[in-house]
């Protein structure tokens, strides 16, 4: 029985000539390896800003919302609503100043109180009907 030729030419072990090929190192992948590190510390940095610039702004957001807590709960019930899409008013609200968040925020609050004030009239409309409902008989 003859055994193929190629069998006996891929051999398992190396030659001398495969392993100093593979061996090769030259300066020019240290200046890669270099160049490659330098790239990282320089995205380091511009990520850690972006991090400092990103976390800045939340904190921003949330003294805002804390200033105008009527006008965050109604624009918020107008995102639930889908009146307003939640990005433009995360995005867009805290630019339009203070004095003008101030006065929008009063005005939140006085319809505040007066959907409060119709809430307690529904409220007792109610209980008014069930009464008389129960005093027919």
């Known amino acids: 029985m003859a055994v193929p030729v190629d069998l006996l030419n891929?051999?398992?072990?190396?030659?001398?000539?495969?392993?100093s090929d593979?061996?090769?190192y030259s300066s020019e992948d240290?200046?890669?390896?270099?160049?490659?590190?330098?790239?990282?510390?320089i995205t380091t940095a511009k990520e850690t800003e972006t991090k400092?610039?990103?976390?800045?702004?939340e904190e921003e957001a949330e003294e805002f919302w804390i200033r105008y807590p009527y006008l965050k709960n109604f624009l918020s019930t107008s995102v639930a609503?889908?009146?307003i899409p939640e990005y433009y008013v995360i995005e867009r609200a805290k630019l339009i100043g203070d004095e003008k968040a101030k006065e929008l925020?009063?005005?939140g609050k006085a319809l505040f109180l007066?959907?409060?004030?119709?809430c307690k009239d529904k409220c007792?409309?109610?209980?008014?009907?069930?009464?008389?409902?129960k005093s027919v008989k």
């Not at 891929?10 to 392993?19: G, T």
């Not at 400092?52 to 702004?57: C, L, N, W």
């Not at 007066?114 to 119709?118: F, I, K, V």
Request: hydrophobic share 25%.
């Open 105 to 107: 925020n009063e005005r």
């Open 124 to 133: 007792e409309l109610i209980a008014s009907a069930i009464i008389a409902m």
């Open 81 to 83: 609503q889908g009146l």
């Open 114 to 118: 007066r959907d409060l004030e119709a």
């Open 52 to 57: 400092r610039s990103d976390e800045e702004d």
């Open 10 to 19: 891929n051999s398992d072990s190396s030659s001398d000539e495969d392993l």
């Open 22 to 24: 593979s061996e090769t």
């Open 30 to 41: 240290e200046s890669m390896e270099e160049d490659a590190s330098s790239n990282s510390e």
